[in-house]
């Protein structure tokens, strides 16, 4: 049987699970069952077993579900009230106000956390109900939210660039020097976005209360020095070395809690409340990474990505076009596995074929990560709209509409790369 019909056979399973309502995990783990069934000499039952429990047990993914109750904590103090309040005062005058919250928040906690469901799910809990009970749009909010919520994997530290710096066996040091200004840069793209769509839709962005001097601005502050000093703690153990990344989640924690109680906001029904809320969540993203994991092992043994890269690598194309087709490649394959997996799974096809076309490595590990990116909010495995659709019970298909604007900035990014290589260069060069 031919790879377009496999392929064909298991997006048509993918979709008709997910349309008769079952859970996404779990249509995950179904449609890799199938395929290795199906198409694989290897016992499907085993393989999801030893699969799902060896993703499950992951020692580094113990960092998601702490930050992710780090954000359940903060929503529900006082410390994302003030984080809007020492924000605001600088925003307000923009187009768009309080909606660059979104993309400034992503950009400061993806410097903390290194995972872009981390960084969507924490930053969703506070700006998600402060937007939404000041009146502005429910579309632009999620959006913005969604897109920018895909720096975690740009800002370093970045697991992502961990792994493409193994693969490839370049520095990871430098990777993480690298995307520092692309970093930077995707989010001035976005907060643009958000200025250029305020100025054509004037009515839909509320006014703000009134306008401050800048004594008034720095006076408010004030309130950004527990959010400061918590971002400062996580970032500084994890620099220093004092901290690994999942040690530094827990130092988030105990930080949050710490400065909760100070506040005066932390009591036993706000910490179980808490913790229930960020064990859901974190489940619900569980489950999905672990049908991801089997659905990437039973891509494996079928060989639809070895097979596709090995197709584009046989095309014989010129560097920019060989870049483009990559892109392309790996927007398609980020619509059925996650980000890691498709790294692990292509990078030794696709690597002599990069090298040859006399492609800087390091400029690579950036492209990859922004490509990468899209597959965060590329439908139906898109894990950023996963973790929206789970907080705001809103459709997929709904979130991925309104996330689309931000998907083709990424695409304007791709290209601004390639013709401007010296963004992802620069630094690493002066190192």
Known sequence: MSDFTITSLLIVSLFALLGSGVWIGLTLTGVAWI???????????????????????????????????????????????????????????????????????????????????????????MTLPELGSRGYPRDITIGSLAGAGTLGLLIPPSIIMIVYGVSADVSIAKLFIAGIIPGILLAALFSGYLVVWALMHPGQIPQPDHRM???????????????????????????????????????????????????????????????????????????????????????????????????????????????????????????????????VLTMGVILPTVQAAGIDLIWFGIFIVIVVEMAQITPPVGFNLFVLQGMTKRDIAYIARVTLPFFFLMCAMVLLLWFVPQIATWMPGHM
């Open 213 to 343: 001097s800048l004594v008034e601005k720095l006076h408010e502050s004030r309130h950004l020095i527990p959010v400061v000093l918590l971002i400062a703690a996580v970032l500084g153990s994890i620099y220093t070395g004092f901290a690994t990344a999942t040690e530094a989640a827990a130092v988030g924690v105990v930080g949050s809690l710490l400065l909760s109680g100070v506040q005066g906001s932390l009591s036993w029904d706000t910490f179980k409340t808490a913790l229930l809320g960020a064990t859901r969540l974190y489940c619900m993203i569980a489950l999905i990474l672990a049908g991801a994991a089997f659905l990437t092992l039973a891509m494996g043994y079928i060989g639809l990505p070895r097979h596709l890269a090995e197709f584009i690598g046989g095309m014989k194309l010129s560097p920019f076009m060989l870049i483009i087709a990559l892109a392309i490649f790996y927007i398609i394959l980020g619509c059925f596995l996650d980000g890691i997996s498709m790294v």
């Open 35 to 125: 395929g290795m069934q199906m198409f694989s000499a290897r016992p499907a039952g085993d393989a999801m077993a030893v699969t799902i429990w060896g993703s499950s047990s992951s020692w580094t993914l113990t960092a998601l579900p702490l930050f992710i109750w780090m954000g359940e904590i903060l929503f529900r103090t006082k410390l994302s009230e003030s984080m809007f309040r020492g924000l605001a005062p600088w925003v307000n005058w923009l187009p768009g106000r309080l909606l660059h919250t979104n993309v400034i928040g992503c950009a400061i906690f993806a410097a903390v956390s290194g995972s872009s469901a981390a960084t969507c799910a924490t930053i969703g809990k």
